[in-house]
């Protein structure tokens, strides 16, 4: 497994958000190449601000392994983290984050703020963008451009 196929499995969250009307982000957390958790955004249905798809991985993950320290783990994210979502993997130890589209508007990894890799931080992580970038950002454009159209009819 390498990442191409974890961004794969992210982007399938990703679909199954778009499905429900969620802004289409995937995430997918894998530890020694066992999927931990995987998950979407939800947003919208749990009428919750901070139910992005990256804070729901991590609170599944520290359920499962009964325990805050995401160490040895890497966080598969279809579009670059938010601020808030940069902070919880901070936060939360993770050690690899692998990202696809670019958040100019919202990013925290390199668009607007380094939070990820920020040396005055008592933890950094490696980083990886731009996998499977395309997909990742085509979805994102075409579920905005169908709220766009959704609206103007």
Known sequence: MDDDYY???ALAEARKAYAMGEVPIGAVLVADGVVLASAHNMRETWRDAT???EMIVIQQACRKLRRWRLTGAALYVTIEPCPMCAGALVMSRIDRLIYGGTDYKAGAVE???NVVQNQALNHQMTVTAGVRADECTELMKDFFRQRRKGAQE
């Open 7 to 9: 961004m794969g499995l």
């Open 51 to 53: 139910a992005h798809a």
């Open 111 to 113: 668009s607007i703020f």
